[in-house]
């Protein structure tokens, strides 16, 4: 069963405007939560993360909310760039086992010029 | 440069032949891990390692083996492959008091099992 699930498969922004990318979850216990940014034929790389005492936490372009109430987070880029294309993985982890993290399925960003 | 490296990065096998994924890491992190990443399943974890000698289940375990005998090194084994393990294969490392940081992943490994 998918713990963690995002439920679009794709999204297509114009360059400059705000891409929001959606996640929700299904286990009040996960305390972190990241999100992954995939190039074809490359692994994931660490985007940014949040931890679950947290509502917001902001690196440059992007942003991560997390709304527990809902058990919904969501990535926010502003101002999207082409170079942000790309397939995007959110995760969640809770204490106690062993490091392991559960991915969404991910969504896939187009930025178009 | 910080990095996983994994070998081979792509694989064609026959059922039954026994292969080995190897993964390696130059950060000198204890927690290596394995996943698999399969259309409309995401990542999911087949085996971890906290430690030298210190290995555990993950979510998709069956037919996989691993070793952790030295800190850099975290081989994947398929004993006996079978067409369900054609997928694409990760191997990650991180800190493991730091979950934050998230992991570093290899590149990948495309097997396909006829």
């Known amino acids: 069963d998918q713990q963690v699930k995002q439920n679009s498969p794709s999204l297509s922004v114009q360059e400059g405007r705000i891409s929001i990318l959606n996640c929700d979850y299904t286990n009040s216990m996960f305390d972190y939560f990241l999100w992954y940014k995939k190039y074809p034929a490359e692994g994931p790389t660490f985007l940014i993360s949040i931890s679950s005492i947290k509502d917001k936490n902001e690196d440059g372009r992007f942003t991560v909310f997390l709304n527990k109430s809902a058990k919904h987070l969501s990535l926010h880029i502003v101002p999207s760039q082409p170079g942000d294309s790309a397939v995007y993985f959110c995760?969640?982890?809770?204490?106690?086992?062993?490091?392991?993290?559960?991915f969404g399925t991910g969504t896939s960003l187009t930025v178009i010029p | 440069e910080a990095q996983v490296t994994q070998n081979p990065r792509y694989l064609i096998t026959v059922t039954g032949k026994k292969l080995t994924v190897t993964c390696s890491q130059n950060m000198n992190h204890e927690y290596m891990s394995w996943y698999r990443q399969d259309p409309g399943l995401g990542l999911r974890q087949i085996y971890y390692s906290m430690n030298v000698e210190v290995t555990d289940k993950g979510d998709v375990p069956e037919g996989y083996k691993v070793s952790r005998k030295e800190k850099r090194n975290f081989p994947l084994i398929l004993e006996s492959p079978s067409p369900n393990q054609t997928s694409l294969y990760f191997c990650?490392?991180?800190?493991?008091?730091?979950?934050?940081?998230?992991?570093?992943f290899g590149s990948g490994t495309r097997l396909t099992v006829v």
């Open positions: 995760a969640a982890s809770r204490k106690n086992t062993g490091n392991q993290f559960y």
């Open positions: 990650a490392s991180g800190p493991p008091a730091r979950r934050e940081w998230g992991y570093t």
